[in-house]
């Protein structure tokens, strides 16, 4: 096997909403902010740390997301629970519009339109 991990995500989001999308990881999501090496530092954004996987947000002019279905997909022990904690944060909550079996799950759009899925999988 070639591939045996995934080593970080990479979202993008316009200059003009960047303090939204750190305040959104950083704060409402609770994502905890790790260093960005030296020669990246001047490009702003952030890098944050989610178990073994990183994830990257970037700045890039016209990023174009709020149509996209490209998605990264966050897994939670209760689904309720943390719709309520978003919600609580002026996240609007987009319903499953295709329900599959064994999962709960809705979507949301980060500050930078950025499509989020949020699943909660039932036990059998």
């Keep these: 096997m070639w591939i045996n991990a995934i080593d970080h995500i990479q979202i993008t989001s316009s200059p003009e909403v960047e303090k939204e999308m750190l305040f959104f990881y950083g704060k409402v999501l609770a ?3 790790i260093p960005k090496p030296e020669p990246l530092q001047a490009n702003r954004g952030a890098w944050y740390l989610l178990g073994d996987i990183q994830l990257h947000v970037s700045l890039e002019k ?3 997301n709020e149509t996209s279905r490209r998605h990264i997909c966050f897994k939670v022990p209760n689904l309720a629970d943390f719709q309520q904690h978003l919600m609580a944060h002026g996240v609007e909550i987009i319903p499953d519009q295709q329900p599959i079996p064994g999962y709960n799950r809705f979507y949301l759009r980060d500050p930078g339109g950025n499509r989020i899925e ?6 059998n």
Excluded: A, F, G
């Excluded at 949020?118 to 036990?123: A, D, N, R, T």
């Design 31 to 33: 994502l905890t902010e």
């Design 118 to 123: 949020i699943v909660e999988l039932i036990p």
């Design 62 to 64: 016209n990023p174009s």
